[in-house]
């Protein structure tokens, strides 16, 4: 029954050692979103697939990618994480113009 | 510059009372005015929405009220429980594009 399933759901990474956190959905949603959400705070855009269309947020550092290789999975790869990066990551489908949906998240810790 | 704001932060009520958060928007390109609810530890899930050719939707115990000319949507818990302590994030789309604009939460507690 689930519709956005994030794997896995928590992680925890060494400072400087990258990391690869996977989201896949079963809505066949056109769009796939990645953002990060601080504690107490609003989820943060990092970027956005219209289909294979990549569209990154202004201020998404470079040491944050994405990879979608077909409409139900992406990817979000974190090269060299620092204690900065510790947060809940979510993804988010949509069809365009139409309500989100969101995963259950992938906390991440560094150590 | 915050496009969506979101009042207030944090809110206390009692069971069985209303709970209203207000949330008023800058952009009039915008035509979809999502909720959503989030439990700690939870991706955000989607209450209730509405699009501004409606003033008000009702869903259960959820209301959004909208008000086109003065740019403000609101949330409307009526006998608010326990279980709905949450955070929620009001939210407003452009449909031409994909992307949400969040307010900033507010932390709603009802007390037993």
């Known amino acids: 029954d689930a519709m956005v399933i994030q794997n896995p759901r928590y992680q925890v990474t060494q400072f400087g050692k990258p990391v690869t956190l996977s989201c896949s959905q079963t809505?066949?949603?056109?769009?796939m979103y990645w953002y990060q959400q601080k504690s107490s705070q609003a989820p943060k855009l990092l970027f956005h697939?219209?289909?294979?269309?990549?569209?990154n947020e202004a201020d998404t550092p470079d040491n944050f990618q994405s990879r979608r290789p077909n409409t139900s999975f992406c990817f979000l790869d974190i090269r060299s994480p620092g204690l900065g990066d510790a947060a809940m990551y979510l993804c988010?489908?949509?069809?365009?113009?139409?309500?989100?949906?969101f995963g259950p998240g992938t906390r991440l810790t560094v150590t | 510059q915050q496009q969506v704001k979101q009042s207030p932060q944090s809110l206390i009520v009692q069971k069985g009372g209303i709970s209203i958060i207000n949330c008023a928007y800058e952009?009039?390109?915008?035509?979809?005015f999502p909720w959503y609810q989030q439990f700690p530890g939870k991706g955000p899930a989607l209450l209730i929405a509405?699009?501004?050719?409606?003033s008000e939707k009702k869903e259960g115990r959820f209301t959004i009220s909208f008000n086109k000319s003065a740019k403000q949507f609101s949330l409307h818990i009526m006998d608010s429980q326990p279980g709905d302590s949450a955070t929620y994030f009001c939210?407003?789309?452009?449909?031409?594009?994909?992307?949400?604009?969040f307010g900033k939460g507010t932390m709603l507690l009802v007390s037993p």
């Open positions: 988010a489908t949509s069809i365009q113009g139409h309500e989100q949906y």
């Open positions: 952009n009039t390109a915008f035509d979809y």
């Open positions: 939210a407003t789309l452009n449909s031409g594009y994909s992307t949400l604009t």
């Open positions: 697939y219209y289909d294979k269309d990549f569209n």
């Open positions: 509405i699009r501004p050719d409606v």
């Open positions: 809505l066949n949603h056109n769009v």
